[in-house]
Nanobody, 122 residues
Framework: VQLQASGGGLVQAGGSLILSCAASGRTFSSHTMAWFRQALGKEREHVATIRWGTGSTYYANSVEGRFAISRERAPDTVYLQMNDLKPEDTALYYC????????????????WGQGTEVTVSS
């Protein structure tokens, strides 16, 4: 499995970006895919998760109502629509895949993309 993330960039506060993550290999209904982020000097944190089969979504409190995770099949791609961006959203964003159906625990996401950088200026 390989995950290829793209779509990061520089945006002003209040702006929007959409991140994409293309996944090679098969993605089954029991799997979950997620976005995490890591700001400079901080630990990596969960942003959003989607269940591949049902499309159910789960968000960190800090992005609820501003970000939306979605997925498309064939090719298997997960998106993160980010609206009303704030300077505190500045981070390296990673997509990840769990074959265990994990929602939040980073340790159970076995496949990771390379990260795409998002910078929000004030």
């Amino acid at each position: 499995v390989q995950l290829q993330a793209s779509g990061g960039g520089l945006v002003q506060a209040g702006g929007s970006l959409i991140l994409s993550c293309a996944a090679s290999g098969r993605t089954f209904s029991s799997h979950t895919m997620a976005w995490f982020r890591q700001a400079l000097g901080k630990e990596r944190e969960h942003v959003a998760t989607i269940r591949w089969g049902t499309g159910s979504t789960y968000y960190a409190n800090s992005v609820e109502g501003r970000f939306a995770i979605s997925r498309e099949r064939a090719p298997d791609t997960v998106y993160l629509q980010m609206n009303d961006l704030k300077p505190e959203d500045t981070a390296l964003y990673y997509c990840a895949k769990s074959v265990r159906g994990t929602l939040y625990s980073q340790e159970s996401f076995h496949f990771w993309g390379q990260g795409t950088e998002v910078t929000v200026s004030s």
